[in-house]
């Protein structure tokens, strides 16, 4: 896998071990009950569902980076149960420091922004949070 691979799938894992969601990389496909954990793209079911999706924002150095994680979340018809949902990935990730996901070393998770995206053409609550975070990325340049 690849680091930024490490990262995304380290999250996802992380949010399924706290119950906050599901995360079956390899399938099946998630159940209309279950609480599904993405990567990049945000599939049509479940109804509750989490997309996480990496960007690039700042290089410190030769080793350390701060990377953008957007988390997407989705719900029923209910506001309540989309900032529910949000909440609860809140709760897990901001301010989370000295994490290892894989071959990634992280110093900090921090929420920098959020919005509400609304009702989507299939009558779902959406919103979106930004995240910060702050990792050791080995290069070239730092040996």
């Not at 149960?81 to 990730?93: E, G, K």
């Not at 994490?99 to 009558?123: D, M, P």
């Amino acid at each position: 896998m690849s680091w930024t691979t490490d990262l995304l799938h380290g999250i996802a894992a992380d949010l399924a071990t706290a119950g906050i969601g599901v995360w079956q990389p390899d399938g099946p496909a998630y159940s209309s009950g279950q609480t599904g954990i993405y990567i990049a793209s945000l599939r049509e079911n479940p109804d509750t569902a989490i997309c996480l999706t990496d960007y690039p924002l700042t290089q410190l150095g030769a080793g350390d980076m701060t990377v953008g994680l957007q988390v997407r979340t989705r719900a029923g018809a209910d506001v309540d149960a989309v900032t529910a949902l949000r909440d609860a990935v809140f709760d897990r990730l901001n301010g989370r420091e000295h994490l290892s996901f894989g071959s990634v070393r992280v110093a900090l998770i921090a929420w920098q922004s959020g919005v509400w995206l609304g009702e989507n053409e299939t009558h779902r609550m959406e919103r979106t949070d930004n995240y910060w975070i702050t990792a050791a990325r080995a290069s070239a340049l730092s040996y």
